[in-house]
């Protein structure tokens, strides 16, 4: 099993999804219990990572290698790096996280589960896909085998507006990446011997000219994932219209594959470009930090502020990508984390919230922190998690990446800086709406949270705790690989 | 032993082959043409038990292939007649010609 | 020896002739369980020539097996729906003339070529004898694959046909 | 090494006392959490006073552990415990635990009692922690942390609409400032490339202002006392301290009063020899101290919510410090931080008193209140004398260094802006002492009553502090405490002045036979005086309009803009992406007429002609088993015919 590791990570989840398709549809529980033990199983798969991953090494790991279609020279490459792992670990974990989340909610929203867990088991095992696969080609097929389940999931179990929002969010995406496989086919027709393989892509060297497109076009497929600033419109209806387990998956892992691309291919593969565009990705950052900020500001549905606030602090991970640096990349891939750990919660909390009071509105609440203590202080916990308060993994990643960014530009750092008092502004009004103030009447008989929904949580908020605390055990295993990226990129350390 | 030409037993076989067709072209009761095209599965049998024995096949061959044949007669009728019991109780009518719902 | 032989001949062509007559009595006959048992004859017949032939095996496989089981199985069925098979109703479709007629070309064709064609076999041939160590052999080594998949039909017919002429529940 | 690993329990202590309270307190621990706090506390003394007093004799600890690696080089977590931090330690484990002590009582029966010493423990956790932090980071973490504490402890009474909305303001004005302070420190690294305080000293002490220039440290300098600023109330941010007396009084005592607000000035200490470095700079402190000081007290004249008088004496107070540090008096600052702590977390508390026996807290409703709270009327009254700065009490002392470092730097403007500052000061604090402990009861409704002994116990330890701990500093001792700081930093020092300690007196008798003659003889002469300075008077009663103009000029642009961008995102940006979709849908309803007549056209010619054909050719499909067998055989006959060359 160890020498497979990286295959049974990406594909148990699959396994169990066929399993839960041999299942009959009537068998409630045995559907749930399957595809919940499928995702402790790939979690512990991804725990048994931890004792084969040398932390000290910045190459390639555990990597697997298979000729799949000789004629294009296409490969069935698997690997893990320092980038990498931390982004396979998030999923494993908030892919329990949203599965234990659905239990109660997809429930409560009527039948379906067997292909409801089904889709839920496929996407997971895409974006681990997406996360491992170091051949072009192959990574092209897990980013798109993610937008289906997506699209079913959204368009189904989904609010209100749900088609729109699912055809809207499929659309966004796959615009984009039909530019990504452009670039995909433009490197693969630029290289010599011709193939799909990062590791020999990224040793070779391009024109500037040829960088500079094939870095655009790249940049488009990722930016709509991130998303960055003119392209997240997306974002708010799909998070919102998403079943809260969907959204914290979307918010919690999805977006990340966006900056991981940067980070995985377009950095090491087009280093010139990438300093070529790196203003331009600094003030798109900054305006993704401030516009989001402001944006979230103005919402009074609750689930679209969390979503604009994404907008908000994926743009510190954008700005931290653009310092170039090291502690730039530092904060950037450890706020990809910690993003997405706190803004699971958030979701998770959204859900918890909705589930009982039916409603989103921020000014329909008021004074809940009388009638559920336990969700307030958790809600409390993750907004000043989200606000970067010390002590909490937000303020490490967003420490490190203004760091990174002040080395870079003073002027988009100072900028950026506004953001985080954005950040607290909007969500200490929401804190104030919803928890403090006099108690509406309306909501005398709210329960409290509950066990199961405590139990999505606690582990987010131990993960959170202990970053913030002692942030050196999660970026020991980063820093040697991004110290490598950064001296392929012809950067100081 | 015997001494009768292949070709007088060939035609014994065609004619029965000939003699089932018509059955089974022309029987009006389902039952009917499957006891037809039993006849003719029979004559088909003759056919395999002679050319073994004519041709430089071990002549088992052509027995063993007799046999695979019967069986399939066997399923044959079995799930046939299933099939008239089955028309039967539904349909109150077991001839062929009036069993047409696929009419155009 | 030449007279057995004679006979024998006499016995096989007279053989041959009565499976025609008895297969025309199951084709003609208006009565349906008449003409089953016009088949079972004829069967009997057909099992008489594998004797001729040398093919004791065989003769005995149809004795048994159809003779035996799916006559039995036929007679049953016909009995079932008995009623339906009485003498008052015409027994056949209105297609017998073209049928009849591209029948009789078949058999004049076919016939042309068998009898055009150079039989390469001495009839000695004919009365060979095979045994049924032999068939057993061949079943069990070259044909073993056919073998069992004639089993998992078998099997598989089985089952279809108990499940289809199932009563349907009366849910 | 045995002695030096204590000091992490120091704050490690009180935070394993607000985890099992806010864990396990409401559900097993209910009145017990009281307890568990004070005995952490306590615990945290037993451990930090030997350690202050072996650096008072001139040791020094520090010690610390890689936490983060920062660029190529590694970012240490640790204490220091050097003089400086030595002093603060020494004053936030004694008010702490006095504070809690007190706290205990004062909080009975309230539902959330233990919540509220889960969050009271993290505070004195943070707080200790930023005491004894040796970096800039560490520093910041404990200093957010304590932002919190308050957040939370403002908002202890969440239910009331004002406490909601001043722990919003207050939280978020402190954060405005952070995030100055975090640009500054940020600054600072790119400057010096580290956090750590000894480094940066011993960096700076040597001249090394690193690569960039001297103007770059400077500005960094004045962004990290945008800090202090957030946090220590002064102008322009102080305006959410009044509001924070939302808060229980225990809380505007502890964190409000002696503590947190104190930590603002502590940074400045803290970061002296940044600011020595670059001392363009100094003159900003000042200002920003001086006018916080005459302001607040000019506010407080008016202010008739007893806690709120003492929020803006605060104000007042913390502005002093400032002031003092911005004349470059670091032994002078820390010293009145070091008393004012002890007397206004008596004030404090004495007002929690007061409100905890009358159930009111407008002074106009109180009178009379001596002879009914002695104790509590008494230990008041020490500690407004102390804050007025009547000698012997240690408020004279740090309050004369203050003027004597205005008056012997040369600073004659800002000196007399002070000593009108202590006299106004004199004259609030005693007109709020007559008003409420002397003459009649005004409000029949009060009923007030003496408050229990574990709440007025600590008034009188605190009264002890308040007395007593302007000697070290005073020239009775030779200014040994001045000196001891000195040790660290150089700094100026001045000879005392008796024209200085006149003034002084002056200045706090006047006040105070000033507000006696009003408040007790003529009442009367108050409210003409308020009439003749009508604007002053208004101007002073509203705060000088602040809370109005930042209202109207910060707060509704910035939720405008806010929902401007929002429309701006669902009309123009998504308005265009759905655009792009309604141009798509456009074209398609195009094709779609060219599908219909044309392409259509041609397809449902050919579908008529199939159907015309297959009228033809269905007859074949008889619906009759045997009619397909015999032409499939027909068929077969046909081929075999033809395949045999027959025809």
């Known amino acids: ?493 | ?104 | 020896m030449e007279i057995l032989t004679l006979a024998a001949k006499i016995g096989a062509y007279a053989l041959m002739t009565g499976v025609l007559l008895f297969a025309l009595g199951v084709v003609a006959l208006r009565n349906l369980f008449h003409s089953a048992l016009c088949l079972a004859a004829a069967l009997i017949g057909i099992a008489g020539l594998y004797l001729f032939f040398r093919a004791d095996f065989l003769a005995a496989v149809q004795i048994l097996l159809y003779v035996g089981a799916v006559m039995t199985v036929i007679i049953f069925a016909i009995m079932l729906t008995e009623h339906l098979s009485g003498k008052t109703t015409i027994q056949h479709n209105r297609q017998s003339l073209p049928a009849f007629l591209g029948i009789a070309a078949l058999v004049t064709v076919i016939a042309k070529v068998i009898l055009q064609t150079p039989w390469p076999v001495t009839q000695k041939a004919l009365g060979a004898h095979t045994s049924v160590e032999g068939i057993g052999t061949a079943l069990m080594t070259v044909y073993v694959f056919p073998f069992e998949v004639i089993s998992v039909v078998l099997i598989a017919a089985l089952i279809g046909a108990v499940i289809i002429a199932k009563r349907e529940n009366p849910s | ?647």
């Open chain 4, 1 to 647: 090494m045995v002695t030096a690993d204590r000091i992490f329990l120091i704050p490690l202590l009180p935070f394993a006392a607000f985890v099992v309270n806010i864990l396990f307190g409401a559900r097993f621990l209910k009145h017990r959490a009281a307890w568990l706090s004070i005995l952490t506390s306590i615990a945290a003394c037993v451990i930090a006073l030997p350690v202050c007093f072996e650096v008072f004799g001139g040791a020094r600890f520090a010690n610390d552990f890689a936490w983060l690696r920062i660029n190529d080089g590694v970012l240490r977590f640790g204490y220091l415990v050097d003089p400086l931090s030595a002093s603060l330690l020494f004053m936030v484990v004694i008010v702490g635990t006095l504070i809690q002590i007190y706290a205990s009582g004062y909080m009975q029966g309230d539902p959330r009692y233990s919540r509220f010493f889960a969050y009271v423990s993290l505070f004195m956790s943070a707080m200790l922690t930023l005491v004894i932090s040796n970096n800039f980071i560490l520093f910041f973490m404990a200093w957010e942390i304590m932002g919190l504490c308050s957040y939370l402890l403002i908002g202890f009474y969440f239910q009331k609409e004002s406490a909601a909305k001043a722990c919003f303001k207050a939280f978020l004005t402190t954060r405005l400032g952070d995030v100055g302070f975090l640009i500054g420190v940020l600054m600072l690294f790119l400057a010096l490339g580290t956090f750590d305080f000894s480094e940066i000293n011993r960096a700076l002490a040597l001249g090394d202002h690193g690569a960039l220039p001297l103007s770059f440290l400077a500005t960094s300098a004045i962004f990290i006392f945008c800090g202090t600023i957030g946090k220590s109330a002064q102008f322009p941010l102080h305006v959410w301290l009044p509001d924070a007396m939302e808060g229980p009084t225990p809380v505007s005592a502890l964190i409000h009063a002696a503590t947190m607000v104190a930590a603002g000035v502590f940074l400045v200490a803290r970061s002296f020899t940044i600011f020595m470095a670059v001392p363009e700079t100094m003159p900003v402190v000042t200002t920003i101290g001086c006018i916080t000081a005459f302001m607040a007290a000019f506010i407080a004249l008016t202010q008739t919510d007893i806690k709120r008088i003492l929020a803006y004496s605060t104000i007042s107070q913390l502005g002093y410090m400032v002031t003092a540090l911005g004349m470059q008096g670091l032994g002078a600052g820390t010293f009145h931080l070091i008393t004012h702590a002890f007397f206004k977390a008596l004030l404090f508390l004495g007002a929690g008193s007061v409100i905890h026996g009358t159930h009111v807290q407008d002074i106009r409703q109180m009178g009379g209140l001596f002879k009914k709270m002695p104790h509590t009327a008494v230990t008041f009254i020490i500690a407004s004398l102390a804050l007025a700065g009547v000698p012997p009490l240690s408020g004279f002392w740090s309050k004369d260094e203050i003027l004597l470092t205005a008056f012997a730097s040369g600073h004659t403007l800002v000196f007399w802006i002070l000593l009108l500052t202590a006299f106004m000061t004199a004259f609030y604090m005693f007109r709020l002492v007559f008003i409420t402990f002397f003459g009649k009861a005004r409000d029949p409704h009060v009923h007030a009553h003496e408050s229990p002994a574990v709440m007025t116990l600590p008034l009188w330890g605190l009264v002890l502090g308040a007395v007593l701990l302007g000697i070290p500093g005073s020239p009775l001792m030779h200014h040994w405490f001045q000196q001891f700081l000195a040790h660290a930093i150089h700094h100026p020092e001045y000879h005392p002045s008796a024209f200085v300690m006149t003034c002084s007196v002056i200045a706090a008798v006047g006040g105070i036979t000033l507000a006696g003659i009003i408040y007790m003889k003529n009442t009367h002469w108050a409210e003409s005086i308020a009439k003749r300075f009508r604007p002053l008077y208004r101007l002073s009663f509203n705060k000088f309009y602040l809370d109005e103009i930042y209202s109207k000029f910060i707060i509704r642009p910035f939720t405008a803009l806010g929902e401007v961008l929002y429309r701006f995102d669902a009309k123009v940006i998504d308005g265009s992406v759905n655009g792009v979709g309604a141009g798509a849908m456009w074209l398609g309803a195009v094709k779609n007429w060219i599908d219909k007549y044309i392409v259509d056209g041609l397809v449902n010619f050919m579908g008529t002609l199939t159907c015309f054909l297959n009228s033809i050719v269905k007859r074949l499909q008889t619906g009759f088993v045997q009619n397909y067998l015999l032409i499939a055989f027909l068929g077969f006959l046909a081929f075999i015919i033809w395949e045999l060359k027959l025809v």
């Open chain 2, 1 to 104: 032993m015997t001494l009768i030409p292949v070709e007088h037993v060939l035609i014994f076989s065609l004619l029965l082959f000939a003699i089932g067709l018509y059955g089974t072209l022309t029987r009006r009761n389902i039952i009917g043409i499957l006891i037809s095209i039993e006849l003719m599965l029979n004559a088909a049998n003759i056919n395999l038990v002679v050319f073994a024995k004519t041709t430089s096949l071990s002549p088992e061959t052509g027995q063993v292939f007799a046999v695979f044949v019967i069986a399939i007669a066997a399923v044959t009728v079995a799930v046939g007649l299933a099939i008239v019991l089955a028309l039967y109780r539904s349909r109150k009518t077991i001839f062929a010609d009036e069993v047409h719902l696929l009419k155009w």
């Open chain 1, 1 to 493: 099993m160890t020498s497979h590791l990286l295959s049974w990570i990406t594909f148990t989840p699959l396994i169990g999804a066929f399993v839960l398709l041999c299942l009959p549809k009537r068998a409630h529980d045995w559907i749930r219990w399957i595809a919940l033990a499928t995702t402790a199983i790939t979690a512990g798969l991804v725990c048994l990572a931890f004792p084969l991953f040398r932390a000290s090494e910045s190459g390639f790991q555990l990597v697997e290698r298979a000729m799949w279609i000789p004629q294009f020279n296409i490969q069935y490459l698997l690997g893990m790096d320092g980038i990498s792992f931390p982004m396979v670990f998030l999923t494993a974990l908030i892919s329990i996280m949203a599965c234990l989340g659905s239990l109660a909610h997809i429930r409560v929203k009527g039948g379906r589960e067997k292909e409801y867990y089904f889709l839920f088991l496929l996407l997971e095992t895409g974006i681990m896909g997406t996360f491992l696969a170091l051949d072009l080609f192959l990574f092209y097929i897990f980013w798109e085998v993610v937008l289906v389940p997506m699209y079913f999931l959204i368009g189904i179990w989904g609010g209100p507006r749900k088609e729109y929002a699912a055809i809207k969010f499929f659309l966004y995406t796959l615009a984009g990446s039909l530019f990504m496989l452009l670039g995909i086919l433009a490197v693969y027709f630029g290289s010599e011997p011709r193939t799909f393989d990062m590791t020999l892509l990224a040793s070779m060297k391009y024109g500037l000219v040829f960088q500079k497109i094939v870095f655009l076009a790249f940049f488009l497929g990722f930016a709509i994932k991130v998303p960055i600033f003119p392209f997240h419109t997306w974002l708010p209806d799909a998070h919102v219209e998403a079943p809260t387990p969907i959204s914290v998956i979307l918010a919690g892992v999805l977006l990340k594959m966006g900056t991981y691309g940067f980070l995985r291919f377009s950095y090491p593969l087009f280093p010139d470009a990438a300093r070529w565009f790196q203003p331009a990705m600094g003030v798109l950052a900054v305006i993704g930090i401030i516009y989001g900020g402001f944006v979230a500001l103005a919402q009074t549905d609750f689930k679209k502020m969390v979503a604009y606030s994404s907008v908000s602090h994926m743009g510190f991970v954008l700005l931290g990508l653009a310092a170039m640096n090291a502690d730039g990349f530092r904060g950037a891939l450890l706020q990809m984390f910690s993003h997405g750990t706190i803004t699971g919660g958030l979701f998770l909390l959204v859900g918890v919230l909705y589930d009982r009071a039916h409603t989103r509105d921020l000014n329909d609440f008021g004074g809940l922190g009388e009638k559920m203590p336990v969700y307030a202080g958790i809600l409390i916990f993750f907004s000043l998690a989200s606000l970067g308060l010390p002590g909490l993994s937000g303020f490490v990643s967003e420490f490190l990446t203004l760091l990174g960014s002040f080395q870079y530009s003073k002027l988009m750092t100072g900028l950026a800086a506004i953001g985080i008092l954005l950040a607290a502004t909007y969500l200490l009004y929401m804190i104030q709406r919803i928890l403090l103030g006099k108690l509406n009447p309306k909501w005398s008989s709210l329960p409290d949270i509950n066990y199961l929904e405590l139990s999505t949580l606690v582990p987010l908020m131990i993960f959170i705790l202990g970053i913030g605390l002692y942030p050196k055990i999660i970026l020991d295993y980063m820093i040697p690989t991004l110290d490598g990226l950064l001296k392929t990129m012809g950067g100081a350390v």
